[in-house]
Structure formats: C-alpha cells, structure tokens
C-alpha cells in the first residue's frame, strides 16, 4: 500500500481468504443449476485472481472445467468522466472464455462499496450478449452503496466510515495476501 493511508487492521489473513473463497463457492453452487453453463468473470484488477481461485474451486467441485475470464468495465462506470484520468485510455483487461449468451455468468470483484463498479460490470457484459443469469460474488462488502446493487456471495461483511477504505492484497499482484481496513489520509 504505496498511498496515503494507515492501516488500522488486518480483516484477513491468507487462510481467512481461502476459507472465505470456500464458503462463497460453496454459495455460487446453491445458486447455478448448471455447470456446464457457468462463466466465471473477475473484474479488474483484484477480482481477477479471486475469480481464478473461484472458478478453480467450482471445477473441483463439479469435476467439470469451468471457464474463466476477466473484464474491465472502466469506461461503462457512469462517473468515468469525472475521476481521475487514466495513463492509457485503452481497455486493460478483457479476457473471454466464452461467449456470455445463456450462460450463468459469475461476476467476481474483491470490494462492494457504492455499487457503480458492479453496474458497469453487468453493463459491459450485456453488451456482449444476454446471459441466462448474472450471479455477483465478493469477498469483502464494505456498505455505503449509492446504487440498488448487493452480492449473491460474499466472503466478509464489514462497516466502515466515510475516511476508511478496505484494501485486498493479493501475491500475484502485491507483496502478501491479506485484506486491511485502512484510513484514507488527507493529502
């Protein structure tokens, strides 16, 4: 964590993760009738290697390979023109497995805060077809939403106040696995 903020504590370690992915796996498959059906989808950045270890979980589980892909829904968030501007104004990441088209798609990011993030998200993927269903998974719901947007699955519940962010830490992508709730300082 290279910004301006101060940890105040750890929400979960690198075991806590795993059992939180367990037990969200083990609520996407009350929720999928199918798997033969299911798209996995991570949204960029950190929900990317959380989809990856999900879709892993669901394959284990079903003994069926499910597909999983990435999305960056960054120019559909209806505040994009008033955030700060990008390095690139290119797509990071967009990986499609499979098309979305009558399939149960599992959309995975690592913080639900105000719902914009997970709306642009279901946007860009009816964009690219119409899926059977859009099931939302997330390992951490901070509260705070500004839009009518909630999980099917989500790892932790935690509240937080208006100066406190949570931040997912994740190896391939960070020096350590864990999640902490911070405080966002004044710059």
Same mark, same amino acid.
């Given at each position: /964590? ?16 795993e059992? !939180?992915?367990?037990? /969200?796996?083990? =609520? ?7 798997p ?17 270890k999900? =879709? ?5 589980? &079903? ?10 829904a960054?120019?559909y968030? $209806? ?8 390095a690139?104004?290119e /797509?990071r990441?967009?990986?499609?497995? !499979? ?8 959309l995975?990011?690592d913080?639900? &805060?105000?719902?914009?993030s997970?709306? !642009? ?6 964009? /690219?077809?119409?899926?059977? !269903? ?8 901070r ?7 909630? =999980?099917?699955?989500?790892g ?5 106040? =208006? ?10 992508? $960070?020096?350590?696995?864990?999640v &902490? ?7």
């Amino acid at each position: /964590m290279k910004d301006n903020c101060k940890r105040i504590r750890q929400l979960l370690d690198a075991k806590a993760m795993e059992t !939180a992915l367990d037990n /969200m796996a083990s =609520a996407v498959s009350e929720l999928i009738s199918s798997p033969e059906n299911v798209l996995v989808l991570g949204m960029a950045s950190r929900g990317i290697p959380l989809a990856r270890k999900l =879709a892993e979980r669901l394959s284990n589980r &079903y003994h069926v390979e499910i597909p999983c892909g990435s999305l960056d829904a960054t120019f559909y968030r $209806d505040d994009f023109h008033y955030r700060k501007p990008l390095a690139t104004t290119e /797509m990071r990441i967009t990986e499609m497995p !499979a098309s979305v088209e009558g399939k149960t798609v599992i959309l995975v990011d690592d913080v639900l &805060y105000t719902g914009r993030s997970a709306r !642009a998200a279901i946007q860009a993927i009816l964009d /690219m077809g119409r899926p059977a !269903a859009i099931r939302f998974c997330v390992l951490v719901d901070r509260g705070h939403r500004e839009l009518p947007i909630a =999980a099917d699955a989500t790892g932790l519940s935690v509240k937080t106040l =208006a100066n406190e962010e949570v931040r997912v830490l994740i190896e391939s992508v $960070d020096p350590e696995t864990a999640v &902490y709730l911070v405080q966002v300082e004044n710059v």
